[in-house]
């Protein structure tokens, strides 16, 4: 069975400075990894995902997280946070069939 | 498309009354997922459909939970009797044939409320 471990509950970061939330997975087959946001009273949006190939995706608002195989890790980075940036974000993990296994989320502040 | 439509966005009941969440999948979607999110557990999956039927049940919390689908437009999420313990964020996601691999669509979310 997979799991997602999500290492920080709360990130406060200021604006335009880089922020970093960490995720790592345990599963004993092959992974398909995901990150979702939930902005304040929304529901879950699919940021980014991971299924093969490059190791590095990216958003379309500036995010990216990289799958490395050897930490088992997929850690979600921005250069520089927006105050439209806070949220919480959760990372995913799926090995292919229906099921995705959360994390417990980070909830990221962002402060001017 | 609309998204993933559920009603009501929110929801406030009395302990013992019967609740109903209503959700309406992406047309073309074939799995369907009921969660619930609270801040002392997270998001916690209580059904998965696939076709209309129920595969995964097993987290529904107890026989007071109920969730149907009755045809691959509808689902509902019934709780009877409602217990204050039950209040929470309900959220429905549907996603298409693909599965896993394409990651789920949500709902904006049922938030109840049970005094």
């Not at chain 1, 930490?71 to 995705?100: M, N, W």
């Not at chain 2, 999956?45 to 129920?54: A, S, W």
């Given at each position: 069975?997979q ?14 400075a880089?922020v970093?939330?960490?995720c ?5 087959v092959s992974?398909y990894?995901f ?5 304040p009273n929304q529901?879950?949006?699919?940021l980014?995902?991971?299924l093969?190939g ?11 997280a990289?799958?490395n ?5 997929f ?6 946070v927006?105050?439209s ?6 990372c995913?993990v799926?090995?292919?069939?229906y099921?995705?296994s959360f ?10 | 498309?609309a ?8 929801e ?25 999110q ?5 998001l ?7 076709n209309?039927?129920?595969i995964?049940?097993?987290?529904m919390?107890e ?10 437009s509808?689902?509902?999420?019934k709780i009877q ?10 959220f ?7 599965g ?6 949500f709902?904006s ?7």
């Amino acid at each position: 069975a997979q799991s997602v471990t999500q290492l920080d509950s709360q990130v406060p970061v200021f604006e335009e400075a880089p922020v970093e939330l960490r995720c790592n997975y345990s599963s004993s087959v092959s992974v398909y990894l995901f990150w979702y946001v939930q902005y304040p009273n929304q529901g879950l949006q699919l940021l980014l995902k991971y299924l093969s190939g490059s190791t590095l995706v990216e958003s379309i608002n500036g995010f990216e997280a990289e799958f490395n195989k050897s930490q088992t890790s997929f850690h979600l980075r921005k250069p520089s946070v927006h105050i439209s940036d806070t949220a919480e974000y959760f990372c995913a993990v799926s090995d292919g069939d229906y099921k995705l296994s959360f994390g417990a989320g980070t909830t990221v502040t962002v402060r001017a | 498309d609309a998204g993933v439509i559920q009603s009501p966005r929110h929801e406030v009941t009395e302990m013992g009354q019967e609740v109903t969440l209503r959700c309406k999948p992406i047309s073309g979607h074939n799995s369907l997922f009921w969660y619930r999110q609270t801040m002392m557990r997270g998001l916690e999956l209580l059904i998965y459909f696939n076709n209309n039927v129920p595969i995964d049940d097993s987290g529904m919390p107890e026989d007071r939970f109920s969730a149907k689908m009755p045809n691959a437009s509808f689902s509902t999420l019934k709780i009877q009797p409602s217990e204050p313990r039950d209040s929470a964020v309900y959220f429905c996601a549907s996603s298409p044939p693909s599965g896993g691999l394409g990651g789920y669509t949500f709902g904006s979310g049922t938030r109840l409320t049970v005094v």
